[in-house]
């Protein structure tokens, strides 16, 4: 094997104050440690909310100096590099010491139970994927561990709500490469149409949320036949008060399952007596683990689950480091299922 040497420096995008201006700078290269790896990135994903993270909108915790970039966390110590701290003081030990910065450099130093080997030939060559493709598996992964945590099965049919955002629309590709029928629920009925037609007549149904509890899940049941074995719930915290929720506890039949994935803050009032009586199962998930990345890198290498462009997922925008303001925009303005927004290291 070829020996390989890294560069002393790199270009990478910083913010070195909270919620401050970022910037591209020249900054040392980090070197491997006992247990991790440095790895070179070709291409990383900008997601649809990063504006709002950076400029100190959503009020993430994390460090500063940071490069930004998410990546998988510990799974004992709930964090992400380059994005969250976490709330523990074990998890904000790891990222202010250990793994603060991010995927925005041309080099990530990264925990080995992180880092996964890809079959370049396979993907790139026999599958046709480009490597700005390979830069959405992130959004389809994180749905994965949840429909895997409900232990989703083959000729199941599972409701996917909000199902028209970068996570949602993913959950419902994800689910039908699994082997269920999917009932696509959101506001726009215009993107829910869009949506179901990217996939195969009859594998994706569709209910727009109108506010209306009862009506809501009537129609839920209407175009299930009263088999809904499945909720996949991918809130964003601004839905705290959306009406869906209770619609699918009241459609779903006696004995389902409920992942919980989204990121609503809020107390979410819950049909107490309904979710007794039917004996629903609610579950939280955080992320993934090392099981569900192996099976899905397996599921896509195979052909059975697609990504990037071959989903219907465009790359609206691709942008070296120097662009972050326009990425940011664009991500925010076209966020949605069947977009995405792709950083290039900037070489200095």
Request: glycine content about 10%; charged content about 25%; proline content about 5%.
């Amino acid at each position: 094997m070829e020996a390989y040497s890294l560069p002393a420096t790199q270009g990478a995008l910083v913010q070195t104050v909270y919620a401050g201006p970022l910037e591209v700078k020249n900054v040392s290269v980090p070197q491997p440690t006992p247990g991790s790896v440095v790895v070179k990135i070709l291409a990383a994903p900008v997601l649809s909310y990063a504006k709002e993270v950076y400029d100190g909108t959503r009020k993430y915790p994390y460090p500063t100096p940071i490069t930004p970039g998410s990546s998988r966390d510990d799974e004992s110590c709930i964090f992400l590099m380059g994005l969250s701290e976490g709330f523990s003081p074990g998890s904000k030990k790891l990222m202010g010491e250990n793994w603060r910065d991010g995927t925005w450099a041309q080099y990530c130093r990264a925990p080995l139970e992180n880092v996964y080997v890809l079959n370049e030939n396979k993907l790139l060559k026999e599958l046709k994927y480009s490597i700005a493709d390979l830069a959405t598996l992130g959004r389809f992964l994180v749905v994965y561990g949840g429909l895997r945590d409900i232990n989703l099965q083959a000729g199941e049919t599972v409701v996917v709500a909000p199902a028209t955002g970068a996570f949602g629309g993913g959950a419902v590709q994800v689910a039908l490469a699994m082997g269920a029928t999917v009932v696509a629920m959101g506001r726009d009925e215009t993107k829910l149409s869009a949506l179901a037609r990217n996939f195969e007549k009859g594998r994706v149904k569709t209910v727009a949320i109108t506010g209306d509890v009862k009506k809501d899940a009537n129609k839920l049941q209407e175009v299930s036949n009263g088999a809904i074995d499945a909720v996949f719930d991918i809130s964003p915290d601004m839905a705290a008060k959306s009406s869906h929720f209770k619609s699918c506890i009241y459609a779903i039949r006696h004995s389902g399952r409920i992942s919980l994935m989204g990121g609503v803050r809020e107390d979410v009032p819950i049909p107490y007596f309904e979710v007794m009586r039917k004996n629903l199962t609610l579950k939280g998930k955080w992320m993934y683990g090392r099981k569900e990345i192996l099976t899905m890198i397996k599921l896509v290498e195979v052909g059975g689950l697609k990504i990037g462009e071959p989903a219907g997922v465009k790359t609206r925008a691709d942008y070296e480091f120097t662009d972050w303001e326009k990425a940011f925009d664009i991500a925010k303005s076209t966020g949605g299922w069947d977009s995405a927004v792709i950083f290039r290291p900037t070489k200095i």
